[in-house]
């Protein structure tokens, strides 16, 4: 944007702490020191062990489990709660002090609220309600809880129920505090090991299941999987958030704007995940740096957490050395240290590389700077023919850097072509009559005169007259589905009386009156009172309009062009835009379905409103890359490169498939002629329908559509907010955000499932509004695979195995054609959302 520098732009501002796993200090605000916040364990080993002691006299008196009459083992007898006797001074460190704002509390890690065995899992239970409330106590206003054990023998995430239900109860009893559920990217079986004093092997072996001999495996979607359980269970808690850990190797693309999606309000990094650079400083590889760049640009930036980088220097280890931290582009920089003869010595390498990590973000995009505080915010939609819009709306339009731009090219193209194809004009003097319909503030009739000016091609210009303009518009201040076009003058007498309303087809009261000493000379008079020139109605030969909303028509641009439809030069006329069209593709959106949630309480119809909305924290459910082969390539080439530079495309998330819903061109010769006998007019001929299927390559949960738009303007000078072309089309443009349709209830998605959206765009001759309705399909195989390769059911697909690849979508194809047709496999229905519709906000027309 003009004007802009990107040192002005100051970025996102980290947050760091540093996390102990055992720290045994109290911490007091000298202790936090270079940091912005620390953990704190809420309990001591003195309290683990007391437990632990607890729990073993009380398993050593305690007969073996054994079945009752009726076959249950839930009974009295072998779930007899054990409880644990409220917290004593040695049980805690933690006292409330000025450094408590600056404390994450963090709950015992040796609990197994999963376990199978009611007594270990009760017991978890009553240890974490204990150290939560006395958290509470103490003012902690954020604590860390480490995630939900997954792996219990051959059991496989079967206690995730049982934590979410006891998150629950901690989330009534702490009402103060945000709880961070800590949760690696992905489920390892083989990093979830116990460690000594867990209480999850002591499990009595009758409630575990034989073990099968099946090892489990690595589950990309596993953990997840848990938080979508947790936080469903809770409701989409508002002080429910995750703390998301980062490892070494990072999981694909795919993996990670899963978690994007998501509430990460802490990110942790082990000193393990960073690598050594050639002098043997910390650093994170390029595709860490990627991803932290991401997450810092969400509307809550995470706080990032260090952990296990060492004790804090000073205290924890009685060195207190003290150096400024590096600093510099190239962390750290070669010539810094080779130059430099002072021997360096940086107690927190691992925190001064964070912070030159934040100095070095790349500074936000136009849409970022113009978006900030919209991120991820709800935006009814306008009522643009019954609410005017005030001027600081026009301005906030008028900022754009690309629209008025473009505008400009494809008018300047228009009538250059218009001049080499020699075509007739609808003006007796050969000048193109422009009108610009819906003007506005009237940028884009500066930009028709300039452009005008550009092609050297003379323009008749209607729309509003001011100074600025030098006299050459005319203004007609209409609904423009009323005005009965320009007039030009024939040389012939008319008599005196004829008025100027009736000249334009119009009332008086509506005309733009110049005042005395406007730059109009003697119009007036020429407009009416020539006895020797008569008016008479003429065609438009180029239409100007910008009346798009964030989904192509639902601001009612087809119905209003509708209206001066029958003005433009049947012959050569052009609408500028040529045509529109709308697009869609599913997302997971749990912030955005939270908050519609939080509306519907107030406003029923909030779950069936489509809101314009700058999307981030979503994840697209539908992609058009291969997980199993693009992604983990451009991953592990990612993973390699190491040091400071730049974040490169190969950290890019997996491109969306967004498909077309329907389109509208103009002029429309397609029209019907309006029967006289009805009062209103039909608008029958603006409905749309649409059936898109989209494979779904991952598990996920679809809360709503993702709507966009594009439009050709004139011939190759388009404009698009589709994420797929906008970047060629109109990067940098900033005047719509994208649309979103919620759903009422979010819809599972199984992995290599196919989601189907139908949709419509309705009119009763008043209003239009939308309906929109999810089906979710599973396939589910019916025969032997085929391993011959024959025709292609949909583009982009083949037959044999329904992999992620195959199941690519590549053209517009609905579900009939969709995977469904592949040999071997049939479509499951496992998911049908409720018709929703927008007709009670729909727009009036
Ligand atoms: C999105 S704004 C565009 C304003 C300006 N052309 C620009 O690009 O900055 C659309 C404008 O069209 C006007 N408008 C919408 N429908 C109209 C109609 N039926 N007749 C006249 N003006 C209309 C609105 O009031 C608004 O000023």
Not at 66 to 72: A, H, K, P
């Amino acid at each position: 944007m003009e004007g802009y520098s990107a040192s002005e732009d100051a970025g996102p501002s980290f947050c760091i702490g540093h996390h102990e796993a055992d720290r045994f200090i109290a911490v007091t605000p000298q202790v936090i020191q270079r940091y912005d916040m620390m953990t704190v364990p809420i309990t001591t080993q003195h309290f683990h062990t007391r437990v632990l002691g607890l729990l073993s006299s009380y398993l050593s008196n305690l007969p073996s489990p054994t079945y009752d009459s009726i076959g249950t083992m839930e009974t009295t007898q072998n779930t007899r709660p054990l409880t644990v006797p409220p917290l004593s001074k040695l049980d805690s460190h933690l006292t409330p002090n000025d450094a408590t704002s600056q404390l994450v509390g963090v709950t015992s890690s040796w609990i197994d609220l999963c376990s199978p065995d009611p007594l270990i899992a009760d017991l978890s239970r009553q240890v974490l309600l204990l150290e939560v409330a006395y958290a509470a106590f103490c003012g902690i206003g954020y604590l860390l809880i480490p995630g939900p054990k997954l792996h219990h023998g051959s059991l496989h995430s079967e206690g995730v129920v049982y934590y979410a239900r006891a998150i629950q109860d901690a989330l009534n009893l702490g009402s103060y505090i945000q709880f961070h559920i800590w949760l690696p990217m992905v489920d390892n079986p083989e990093l979830e090991l116990d460690t000594m004093g867990d209480l999850a092997p002591l499990a009595r072996e009758d409630f575990l299941q034989p073990d099968d001999g099946a090892l489990p495996k690595l589950d990309l979607f596993g953990t997840w999987d848990a938080w979508d359980l947790i936080r469903k269970t809770c409701k989409f808690h508002a002080r429910l958030f995750v703390a998301l850990s980062m490892p070494k190797q990072l999981p694909p693309l795919f993996v990670q704007s899963r978690w994007h999606s998501e509430p990460v309000h802490l990110l942790t990094i082990d000193a393990s995940a960073f690598l050594k650079n050639q002098k043997s400083y910390p650093v994170l590889s390029k595709a860490h740096q990627a991803l932290i760049a991401k997450l810092m640009r969400l509307r809550t930036p995470p706080w990032i957490l260090l952990c296990g980088v060492g004790p804090i220097p000073g205290l924890e280890t009685g060195d207190d050395t003290e150096t400024s931290p590096l600093s510099g582009q190239d962390y750290p920089s070669l010539s810094q240290v080779a130059g430099s003869n002072k021997k360096h010595f940086d107690p927190t390498p691992h925190l001064s590389y964070l912070r030159n990590l934040q100095q070095r973000q790349p500074p936000r995009t136009p849409i970022e700077r113009f978006g900030t505080g919209y991120q991820d915010y709800l935006q009814a939609p306008l009522q643009p023919l019954t609410v005017n819009l005030e001027s600081i709306t026009y301005e906030v339009f008028e900022k754009d850097p690309i629209k008025y731009e473009w505008y400009e090219k494809a008018i300047c193209k228009a009538l250059k072509d218009w001049a080499e194809q020699k075509k007739p004009t609808s003006h007796p003097d050969g000048k193109v009559i422009l009108a610009v319909v819906g003007a506005g503030r009237g940028p884009l009739v500066t930009r028709a005169i300039k452009a005008s000016a550009e092609a050297g091609v003379e323009i008749d210009l209607w729309r509003h007259n001011e100074t600025i303009w030098d006299g050459k518009v005319t203004l007609v201040q209409s609904d423009m589905r009323s005005w009965k076009g320009p007039q030009i003058r024939k040389q012939t007498v008319v008599g005196d009386t004829e008025n100027v309303g009736a000249s334009l087809g119009i009332q008086d009261s509506l005309l733009y009156t110049p005042k005395i000493g406007d730059n109009e000379p003697g119009r007036k008079t020429d407009f009416c009172g020539s006895k020797t020139s008569e008016l008479s109605y003429t065609h438009v030969d180029i239409v100007v309009s910008e009346l798009l909303g964030s989904f192509a028509d639902n601001e009612l641009s087809p119905e209003c062009l509708d209206g001066v439809n029958d003005l433009i030069n049947p012959d050569h006329g052009i609408s500028i835009p040529a045509s529109y069209s709308a697009h869609f593709t599913p997302v997971s959106a749990p912030k955005l379905h939270s908050d519609v949630m939080n509306q519907t309480i107030s406003n029923p119809a909030a779950p069936e409103t489509p809101y314009v909305v700058m999307l981030h924290a979503i994840d697209f459910l539908s992609t058009t890359d291969s997980p199993a082969n693009a992604d983990s390539a451009n991953q592990n080439a990612a993973n390699r490169s190491s040091g400071s530079g730049n974040i490169t495309a190969a950290t890019e998330f997996p491109t969306p498939l967004v498909k077309t819903a329907w389109s509208f061109s103009h002029p429309n010769p397609n029209i019907p002629v309006q029967s006289l006998s009805q009062s209103t007019i039909s608008n029958a001929h603006n409905v749309r329908q649409t059936r898109l299927s989209f494979p779904a390559q991952n598990r996920g949960t679809c809360h709503g559509l993702a709507g966009y738009f594009e439009t050709v303007l004139y011939g190759d000078v388009e404009l698009s907010t589709n994420p797929v072309t906008m970047e060629e089309k109109s990067a940098s443009m900033i005047s719509w955000f994208p649309i979103y349709f919620p759903l009422k209830t979010p819809m599972n998605v199984p992995d290599n499932g196919e989601i189907v959206v139908t949709m419509y765009r309705q009119t009763d001759n008043r209003k239009v509004w939308y309906e929109w309705m999810v089906e979710v399909f599973a396939l589910e195989r019916t025969s032997a695979p085929v391993t011959r390769v024959s025709t292609p059911t949909m583009s982009g697909a083949r037959l044999g195995s329904p992999s992620a690849e195959s199941l690519k979508g590549k053209d517009n194809s609905p579900g009939p054609r969709g995977v469904a047709n592949r040999a071997g496999y049939r479509r499951v229905r496992v998911g049908l959302s409720e018709l929703h519709s927008s007709i009670k906000d729909g727009c009036l027309m």
